[in-house]
């Protein structure tokens, strides 16, 4: 069974700062990995993807994946209250998304 | 810009109904796919398809059969409705032809089952 752990939080943080979200999985052979946001009561959003080790980096945010590790995780800079949410990490198997259970972010002005 | 589109946002129906919920995409993505989503259990895989008429079950298909006629329409089936199936209803679809297969959402459907 292919597992995708997060942290369900919340994380707080205040506004500005930086919010780092984390996220770890069990399929060795995953080759890609996405972030997707979803607001209360609205359907996930495809923040960013990333197949490669190392970091990622679309605005504010970061995706950085260790496969080595099995640890992928994503940076927000300059955190907004427009930024609470909860943060889906997913995993890409054959042919379908495994999906953790997520971690809510809530930013503080 | 993608578009996934589905039946309804919010539905209720009584125990024992079979109820249809539709899901349209515009993007002419050969791969769609149903989830429901329950809190503290995440988004779970129910049924998939890459092309017309093929269909996969996910990990959780007990209770639900799916329909697809046609590219663009996914069809979810409850063929007798009962109350641990009330939930989040989320489709969605990708391209093969995309490099990673990203998967973009519909605005779910909420199901209530009395």
């Known amino acids: 069974q292919k597992e995708v752990e997060q942290n369900s939080g919340p994380l707080s943080v205040p506004e500005g700062a930086i919010a780092s979200l984390n996220c770890t999985y069990s399929?060795?052979?995953?080759?890609?990995f996405f972030w997707y946001r979803q607001y209360s009561g609205k359907s996930p959003e495809l923040i960013m993807f990333?197949?490669?080790?190392g970091d990622k980096e679309d605005g504010r945010f970061t995706a950085q994946l260790n496969k080595a590790s099995q640890y992928v995780s994503l940076l927000i800079r300059d955190s907004q209250p427009s930024d609470s949410a909860t943060y889906l990490c997913?995993?890409?198997?054959?042919?379908?998304?495994?999906f953790g259970k997520g971690t809510m972010l809530l930013v503080s002005p | 810009d993608v578009k996934v589109t589905q039946s309804s946002r919010y539905l209720v129906k009584r125990t024992g109904e079979k109820v249809f919920l539709e899901c349209v995409q515009d993007m002419d993505h050969e791969n769609m796919f149903w989830y429901r989503q329950d809190p503290g259990l995440g988004l779970r895989l129910i049924y998939f398809s890459y092309d017309v008429k093929m269909k996969e079950k996910g990990d959780i298909p007990e209770g639900y059969s799916v329909s697809r006629e046609k590219k663009e329409r996914f069809s979810l089936i409850l063929e007798s409705a009962s109350t641990n199936q009330t939930s989040m209803y989320l489709c969605?679809?990708?391209?093969?032809?995309?490099?990673?297969?990203?998967?973009?959402f519909g605005p779910g459907t909420r199901l209530t089952v009395l």
């Open positions: 399929d060795r052979g995953s080759q890609s």
């Open positions: 969605a679809s990708s391209s093969h032809q995309a490099p990673y297969n990203e998967q973009f």
């Open positions: 997913a995993v890409k198997g054959y042919s379908t998304l495994t």
């Open positions: 990333i197949y490669s080790n």
